[in-house]
């Protein structure tokens, strides 16, 4: 088998310099250009794919520079300003055979233009306080389970439907300012001590016959 000849061309034969960024492109993407200030003098240079850290005026950077003069910014090695990870176009984090955790010491916010979407087996959520504010809210599910000391709702309207409803309570108080109406198949009301009814005017009608059964009965 024949050798391979010797390429005429000279390998690019990439070196590594240190810089220091001088500015940034103003609309950062992919061959975006960045000026950094080297050893022999000021050059531009594009963010390698693995420098996850988005390179900032003052950074000293680690470059790499060829004969070809191309130059990569291939990782930022001290940075005064707070640190941006930026990757261009999708990506996306995958832990194979194992778990993923994420420690902060201060906040968490996720903000994105389009949807958030999660999906597991099981999702548990604990903290001290919480709050939503949310345009539209719908939720599908088999069963709710839900515990709380206090609860409140405001809203101006309430329309709910359900195929059967119990409610237990030890005190219960309604509190309705204009109309209140109950229709219904049937209806049966048991009270154990008293039942008070109270009104302005009160009418009483019935299609077939009113039965009222007492020992006494006081009227007037």
Do not use: W
Request: with cysteine.
């Amino acid at each position: 088998m024949p050798s391979a000849k010797p390429s005429p061309v000279a390998p690019p034969s990439p070196s590594l310099e240190y810089g220091r960024v001088l500015a940034s492109p103003p609309h950062p993407g992919p061959g975006a250009l960045f000026e950094v200030e080297a050893s022999f003098g000021p050059l531009a240079a594009v963010r390698a794919v693995s420098c996850l850290v988005e390179p900032a005026p003052g950074d000293a950077v680690l470059l790499s520079v060829d004969i070809a003069g191309r130059a990569y910014v291939l990782a930022v090695l001290e940075s005064a300003s707070p640190v941006n990870l930026a990757v261009d176009g999708d990506a996306s984090l995958s832990v194979r055979g194992g778990s993923l955790t994420v420690a902060l010491g201060s906040d968490l916010t996720l903000a994105c233009p389009g949807a958030i979407t999660a999906a597991s087996g099981e999702i548990a959520v604990h903290a001290a306080t919480g709050s939503a504010v949310i345009e539209r809210v719908s939720l599908i599910g088999r069963a709710l389970r839900s515990r709380f000391k206090k609860v409140r709702a405001v809203a101006k309207s309430v329309d709910q439907m359900f195929a059967r409803v119990t409610q237990r309570a030890q005190e219960s108080t309604r509190f309705v300012a204009e109309h209140d109406e109950v229709q219904a198949g049937s209806r049966r009301v048991l009270v154990s001590d008293l039942c008070a009814l109270h009104a302005k005017n009160h009418s009483m009608m019935a299609e077939e016959q009113v039965v009222i059964n007492a020992e006494q009965i006081h009227m007037g």
